[in-house]
């Protein structure tokens, strides 16, 4: 089992950037894939970006691809999701993931407890 925790949530204008980190401790970082996903309210919980343990490959849902950015330090045991021109719909609880890469999107297996993002119009 892996711990996750989540942070540099908050509140930005739409158009505006936010960079968001997630520390792991418990297992060796460099074995599993990270990535991210996000729960708007009343939505089911969306898989945004995936990176896989030696970093060369990524993965993102059509919704952010372009303007996230994954990418992980394996040295330091962290996974950081870049957000830029953030919009008011991407307001949301975004949360961090491990897993295996081949089934990452559909079913990681160790998260994080989330960070609130809120894009203001």
């Known amino acids: 089992q892996v711990q996750l925790v989540e942070s540099g949530g908050g509140l930005v204008q739409a158009g505006g950037s936010l960079r968001l980190s997630c520390a792991a401790s418990g297992r060796t970082f460099s074995s599993f894939a990270m990535g991210w996903f996000r729960q708007a309210p009343g939505k089911e919980r969306e898989f945004l970006a995936a990176v896989s343990w030696s970093g060369g490959t990524k993965r993102y849902a059509d919704s952010v691809k372009g303007r996230f950015t994954i990418s992980r330090d394996n040295a330091k045991n962290m996974t950081f999701l870049q957000m830029n021109s953030l919009k008011p719909e991407d307001t949301a609880v975004y949360y961090c993931?491990?897993?295996?890469?081949?089934?990452?999107?559909?079913?990681?297996?160790?998260w994080g407890q989330g960070t609130q993002v809120t894009v203001s119009s």
């Open positions: 993931a491990a897993g295996v890469w081949v089934r990452f999107a559909s079913s990681p297996t160790d």
